[in-house]
């Protein structure tokens, strides 16, 4: 594992995150679900149902793609993470699955927009990201955030509740589709697969638009591309850019480094590291502390 010091000099030009556990301390979807349930209690099958199945779904499919695609003797390199991005990019079969039952069921079936940003007080936000944000933002940096939960509004409801302009901060994700007329949800989870945010390829998807979009309007935007996230859903994006940060999760810093043969780098330790900022890195933090302290 490489092992840098601070000394390292990286700044963000164009900060992109995952919400979930990136942003959160905890995992939000639920929330969102919560909301359905706040407004029709004794609606059944109660969450658990949907989060059984997508478990079972999951395993099922993890089993029958090794048996499809048994492991080269080569553990790392090339031919891992080919086969690491072609097991993301098949779990929208998945996604798709969970999806499609939760919205046979109808659970999010007239609850509204409202309902939904009201969870916003049950959102734990990780130390020092207000911080950071407040930080990119005054000093014009772009922020965006990329996510697969269902729900958008209520990640802009949190923002707008701790003082910030939403309309500055870019946010892809899902949403609750409400209808036109009577302004309640319709029972989908997105209005159009062709632009739905369900997997990591679907987070790549995004983030080459974002690059496009601020390239095209300042090049030096994007002079050093940070991407933020925690997760597998996350791990394509993290090697999308130059500065790919892992937000403390040990775990998928051992598939990048035990699987994939990725090294690792490290803030505030070892001997210093001259390193071109524009070579690709990936990065493990534990907290937004450190990456106020260093890259902002």
Same mark, same amino acid.
């Given at each position: ?6 000394t ?17 301390l905890?995992?939000?979807l639920?929330l ?28 099922d ?31 929208r ?6 999806i499609?039952?939760?919205? =046979?069921?109808?659970?999010?079936? !007239? @609850?509204?927009?409202?309902? %939904?940003?009201?969870?916003? +007080?049950?959102?734990? $936000? ?36 701790n ?28 209005k ?19 690059v ?13 591309i ?7 859903? =996350?791990?394509?994006?993290?090697? !999308? @850019?130059?500065?790919?940060? %892992?937000?403390?999760?040990? +775990?998928?810093?051992? $598939? ?41």
């Amino acid at each position: 594992m490489t092992l840098l010091t601070t000394t390292t000099r990286r700044r963000i030009s164009l900060l992109i995150t995952d919400w979930d556990e990136t942003v959160t301390l905890k995992d939000t979807l639920h929330l969102v679900a919560q909301a359905a349930y706040d407004h029709k209690p004794e609606f059944s099958p109660k969450w658990e149902y949907f989060g059984d199945h997508y478990m079972k779904d999951l395993a099922d499919f993890a089993q029958q793609y090794k048996d499809k695609n048994p492991a080269t003797p080569e553990k790392n390199g090339k031919n891992a993470l080919e086969r690491k991005i072609n097991y993301l990019d098949q779990l929208r079969h998945v996604e798709m699955q969970s999806i499609n039952r939760i919205e =046979d069921s109808r659970l999010f079936h !007239e @609850v509204s927009e409202a309902q %939904i940003r009201a969870q916003h +007080r049950h959102v734990q $936000v990780r130390p020092y990201f207000f911080d950071v944000l407040q930080r990119a933002l005054a000093n014009d940096i772009p922020v965006c955030i990329v996510s697969v939960n269902w729900s958008a509004a209520l990640m802009k409801e949190v923002l707008h509740q701790n003082g910030f302009d939403t309309s500055k901060v870019q946010i892809y994700a899902n949403d609750v589709v409400m209808d036109i007329r009577s302004g309640v949800g319709t029972g989908k989870l997105s209005k159009s697969e062709a632009v739905a945010l369900r997997t990591g390829i679907d987070k790549v998807r995004v983030i080459h638009e974002i690059v496009e979009k601020y390239k095209s309007a300042n090049p030096a935007v994007t002079d050093q591309i940070f991407y933020f996230g925690d997760s597998n859903t =996350d791990l394509p994006g993290l090697l !999308e @850019v130059n500065t790919g940060v %892992i937000m403390d999760n040990p +775990r998928l810093k051992a $598939v990048f480094e035990s699987e994939l043969g990725i090294p690792v780098c490290e803030l505030g330790q070892g001997d210093a590291e001259d390193v071109d900022p524009k070579t690709n890195r990936i990065y493990y933090v534990n907290g937004w502390k450190q990456v106020l302290d260093n890259w902002i």
